[in-house]
């Protein structure tokens, strides 16, 4: 009897101190196609199998489960499983054709490893546990794991040994620079999803706040805890990396392919007025600026005007919107037909989630009229009802479609952390409560869903939508920005930690503001800013500093021949960046990649958070320190190649190379073969008639490059081609293989020209296609107008032009 007391009370105790676990395994194991149950002594657990890598557990103290969402997951039904049960006295084994998932019955734990037994993840018992609202579950942490993930991050790569909280939003206070500027709490797009490198991934499906212990309170312990809701999580096994992303986005949805023209810049203006300065704004400004880009020859195919066209409103001001324009904008129909004029294809505006009453419009009084606003304190609220799809669709006609049926073809949907939070420029907080705090990180996914969606109807093509926050689910509707960092150096670094880290959490259309947002930039800032913005995978230019704008003939001579430089390069680079985008479509795989993703075993890139691969084969290598004439890099394992100068080097070892300020630098993978086309100033500006084939040899390689419309949503069923080339380098020969498209989509016919980086010692010294001699020319001009070869000596490029085109197969060899 005394021993019994001791016990209970022990219990009792640690319930007080720790909260409620869920007790043991009591009975009623049962089994329905890929779901098992079980009966604890404080609950129900559930083991729901989706894959035989990947599985479900959720846990109710209630007995009762929530009903299935369709913001952050959009696939609950799965094939079914086979999975071989074997009930012991202490546990049950559970074995899949990838998996072994050990539950021990008292005290009740989980765990999980591979088929030859090596241990994935372990519990302890009573890890599973409720505490008030708030639930959670502690796992082992390993002597050398590592784990990455958890969205658009600024402050660290490896979360091994750190804490944080996941709730979308910014830091807090005044001044901005311990606030709205701190990159410790940057939460833009929080991911609750990490990968660790044990080579499995966690997912937890709950909207609430979380926070994450890696260790940082018990170095042989990690935890994840949600503020309410249901424990609820996902185990995915890889072991690689880019398995489990492409499992983890299975669940929450592929990033779409947007329109091919969408890789080209975009480009944002305040209409000549920003805050404070709205009188100067207007119509004609817009225009000119379009005019000036066409003018100076820099490529650019989207436009937005961002908040100061609308009347700031009697309720909401700047962070709500009137849809009424401002009195300065004379003609905005007129506008937007100028724009598409000069061949920009989207034209889009900014707005706020919040409805507001202007001048004419009373768009406020009517929505909270017909009960179409969130509620808030028990009344009629401002935030469209994003949750309802009434409401919805009358945001959608009666304010989208205003500006819509003028030319408006996207749009910028902003703050969408207000609800529920702080807004940025009010002391408004909006809806409170623990529905609010529930919905608080789904908002912004349901806030993009619906332009998207609409504009993808209307527009009768592949939607686009720019958006600053997120949380799981997010990269459906894609893309998202950065969001409104300062144009000072010590912001620049963080930024493109920003982009690596919301990669690896399954976001992979991404954009940031070049030059950075907010301020005056520095030239040299700009310069080095312009140069990382236009390997991202959205180029992005956009600023707030009046009258800069951060528009690139406002900040010198070299910044105008940077920005113009590297412009052109990624224009060019349009077939290879689409084939990595519908790579990511297809695997989830981010277009730019941190280091970590395809070496997890290698510890030298865990906290590498400013180098990065764009695509499988181009290495980018941004200079972020002011004055800085060289960088050091680090070349994982395998043989590299520097772009520019076509330099040999082994990887796994660090370089110091030289990078002048009109240089970033760039490596490429041996083998590596990037396809590219005719420089343009506008997507479709010419016909590629001509596929440019950049091509560094080294043993055997091969690469598929992508093509379909461009424009429309047939890719999804399966409308599209890929051309494989094949390169073979040997000690007597180079033989390229080209392999005419194959699929359903008929591309349009294109000869190749093949720049061949040269790293033999011995010149070429003939060159046949499909067993025909070419015939040598004595100027590279001369492959403009005719088929031929030509190499050039002091740089070592081969240059051919086939006689043939991609609608044959078509194999070059050089002796």
């Given amino acids: 009897m005394l021993n019994k007391f001791f016990t209970l009370l022990l219990m009792f105790l640690s319930t007080v101190a720790f909260g409620q676990t869920i007790g043991d395994y009591k009975n009623a194991f049962k089994r329905q196609g890929n779901s098992i149950s079980m009966n604890m002594t404080n609950g129900v657990v559930k083991l729901d199998l989706c894959t035989p890598g990947m599985f479900r557990i959720r846990t109710s103290w209630n007995g009762k489960f929530e009903p299935n969402e369709n913001l952050m997951v959009i696939k609950y039904v799965w094939e079914n499983v086979s999975i071989k049960v074997v009930e012991q006295k202490d546990h049950f084994l559970l074995t899949t054709a990838k998996l072994k998932i050990r539950i021990n019955k008292s005290p009740f734990k989980i765990d999980v490893s591979d088929l030859k037994g090596k241990i994935l993840i372990a519990e302890s018992g009573g890890s599973m546990v409720k505490n008030n609202t708030e639930v959670g579950v502690t796992k082992k942490l390993q002597a050398d794991e590592h784990f990455f993930g958890f969205g658009e991050r600024m402050d660290f790569m490896d979360r091994r040994f750190k804490k944080l909280t996941l709730n979308v939003g910014r830091g807090k206070g005044l001044p901005h620079a311990i606030g709205a500027y701190n990159i410790l709490e940057a939460n833009y797009c929080p991911i609750p999803f990490l990968m660790s490198t044990k080579g499995y991934g966690i997912f937890m499906h709950n909207s609430f706040a979380t926070t994450w212990d890696m260790g940082a309170t018990n170095k042989n312990q990690y935890t994840f805890n949600a503020a309410d809701g249901e424990l609820d999580y996902y185990f995915i096994y890889g072991p690689t990396f880019p398995a489990i992303l492409n499992a983890y986005t299975a669940i929450t949805g592929k990033s779409p392919m947007l329109p091919q023209f969408a890789l080209g810049l975009h480009a944002g203006t305040y209409s000549g007025g920003t805050w404070g300065h709205e009188e100067k704004t207007s119509d004609q400004y817009v225009i000119e600026l379009a005019k000036k880009y066409r003018l100076l020859g820099i490529p650019v195919d989207l436009l937005w005007l961002d908040s100061t066209w609308r009347l700031f409103g009697e309720t909401g001001g700047k962070g709500a919107t009137s849809f009424e324009w401002r009195e300065t904008f004379k003609n905005p129909k007129g506008m937007f037909d100028s724009l598409y004029a000069m061949n920009y294809k989207m034209v889009g505006l900014h707005l706020r989630p919040r409805f507001d009453n202007a001048k004419k419009l009373n768009l406020l009084d009517q929505a909270r009229a017909k009960g179409y606003t969130y509620p808030e304190h028990g009344k009629p609220g401002e935030f469209v009802n994003f949750f309802d799809e009434k409401a919805t669709q009358w945001w959608w006609e009666n304010g989208v479609m205003r500006v819509a049926n003028l030319g408006a073809k996207f749009l910028k949907t902003d703050e969408g952390s207000a609800f529920g939070a702080l807004a940025n420029e009010s002391e408004k907080v909006g809806p409170v409560g623990k529905d609010a705090e529930r919905l608080h990180n789904v908002f912004p996914i349901a806030y993009a869903k619906a332009p998207f969606l609409e504009f993808e109807k209307f527009n009768g093509f592949r939607g686009l939508n720019q958006t600053r926050e997120g949380y799981s689910g997010i990269q459906r509707y894609p893309y998202i920005f950065a969001g409104d960092w300062p144009s000072e150096w010590q912001y620049f670094a963080p930024v493109i930690k920003a982009g690596l880290n919301v990669g690896l959490s399954g976001v992979g259309l991404w954009a940031h503001c070049m030059g950075g ?111 800085a004439i060289t960088r050091s890099v680090y070349l994982p394992e395998g043989t590299w190649f520097n772009y520019w100068t076509g330099e040999k080097y082994e990887g796994k070892s660090y370089h110091h190379v030289v990078a002048p300020l009109d240089t970033i630098p760039l490596f490429v993978k041996a083998g590596a073969i990037i396809p590219m086309q005719p420089e343009m100033i506008y997507t479709g500006e010419k016909p590629v008639d001509v596929m440019t084939l950049d091509v560094f040899p080294h043993g055997e390689s091969n690469y598929k490059f992508y093509e379909d419309d461009n424009l429309s949503a047939k890719y999804k069923t399966g409308n599209f081609a890929l051309t494989k080339i094949t390169s073979s380098l040997t000690d007597n020969a180079l033989v390229l293989k080209i392999a005419k498209p194959s699929g359903t989509f008929k591309s349009a016919a294109h000869r190749y020209l093949a720049k061949i980086h040269w790293n033999k010692n011995m010149a070429p010294k003939a060159v046949s296609e499909n067993a025909r001699n070419v015939d040598a020319v004595k100027k590279a001009g001369q492959l403009d107008e005719s088929a031929g070869w030509y190499y050039d000596q002091k740089n070592k490029i081969l240059w051919i032009k086939s006689i043939g085109n991609n609608e044959e197969d078509i194999v070059l060899k050089i002796n």
Avoid: C
């Fill in 517 to 627: 947002f907010e301020h005056q930039a520095d030239p040299e800032l700009y310069i080095r800013w312009v140069q990382f913005g236009m390997f991202s995978p959205i180029a992005l230019v956009f600023g707030m500093d009046h009258p800069g704008y951060k528009e690139p003939w406002n900040y010198g001579e070299d910044a105008l021949r940077n920005f113009k430089k590297y412009d052109l390069l990624r224009y060019r680079l349009f077939p290879y960046l689409y084939t990595s985008m519908h790579q990511q479509y297809e695997t989830g795989l981010p277009m730019m990649r941190a280091l970590v993703l395809n070496d997890q075993d290698d510890e030298n890139v865990y906290e590498i958070g400013d180098q990065y691969m764009l695509g499988d084969h181009l290495m980018v290598a941004p200079v972020t320190t002011k004055g």
